[in-house]
T-cell receptor
Framework: GAGVSQSPRYKVAKRGQDVALRCDPI?????LFWYQQALGQGPEFLTY????????KSGLPSDRFFAERPEGSVSTLKIQRTQQEDSAVYLC?????????????FGPGTRLTVT | GENVEQHPSTLSVQEGDSAVIKCTYS??????FPWYKQELGKGPQLIID?????GEKKDQRIAVTLNKTAKHFSLHITETQPEDSAVYFC????????????FGKGNQVVVIP
């Protein structure tokens, strides 16, 4: 079946531009996570949704980062006024249920380069 | 929060030999420990996981061991093959909150044919 998809796969933005990254989770998955992966590092948690509710946004690095999942399926991560330190791979993951120790299924990521 | 450390950072092995990667974690509340494999340009893919009520789990050539007292867990790959070459990440997840994952920095495994 279809896995988690993300678009675009690559994004180049000039410093100061706004970007929007899209995640299509596996159909029916309740939980959705966003992670940021810097070059040569492990993924770091950004935010978590249970259906349409954003239950945890403690990992968002600044108020320039905003995420939404209005209908409990597709999610968008928006970064305003991008800075060079925002350059990273942004990974989306979904999980069937909430509050259970199930596998998180990752998408291929969006590589953001801020010039 | 949870802090996961992973050693060594790079590991080269001859094809057919075994590879072992070790991770330590800090939060005694963590009770779920997955291992992910990441190939270039792709997202992490789960290869094996273990829960805190089990000390060892095996799946064909891959095994994971967990020592909750010492707060460390290890990935063992036997009979390595060139397609095992990738970056491997360990992670830990606590029981509280939303069970988000705290990842180690990754380990580059190179299998030499």
């Amino acid at each position: 079946g279809a896995g988690v998809s993300q678009s675009p796969r690559y994004k180049v933005a000039k410093r100061g531009q706004d970007v929007a990254l899209r995640c299509d989770p596996i159909s029916g998955h309740v939980s959705l996570f966003w992670y940021q992966q810097a070059l040569g590092q492990g993924p770091e948690f950004l935010t978590y949704f249970q259906n349409e509710a954003q239950l945890d946004k403690s990992g968002l690095p600044s108020d320039r980062f905003f995420a939404e999942r209005p209908e409990g399926s597709v999610s968008t991560l928006k970064i305003q006024r991008t800075q060079q330190e925002d350059s990273a791979v942004y990974l989306c993951a979904s999980r069937p249920l909430a509050g259970e120790l199930y596998e998180q299924y990752f998408g291929p990521g969006t590589r953001l380069t801020v010039t | 929060g949870e802090n996961v450390e992973q050693h060594p950072s790079t590991l080269s092995v001859q094809e057919g030999d075994s590879a072992v990667i070790k991770c330590t974690y800090s939060d005694s509340a963590s009770n779920y420990f997955p291992w992910y494999k990441q190939e270039l340009g792709k997202g992490p893919q789960l290869i094996i996981d273990i829960r805190s009520n089990v000390g060892e789990k095996k799946d064909q050539r891959i095994a994971v061991t967990l020592n909750k007292t010492a707060k460390h867990f290890s990935l063992h790959i036997t009979e390595t093959q060139p397609e095992d070459s990738a970056v491997y990440f360990c992670a830990a997840s606590p029981t509280y909150g939303n069970n988000r994952l705290a990842f180690g920095k990754g380990n580059q495994v190179v299998v030499i044919p």
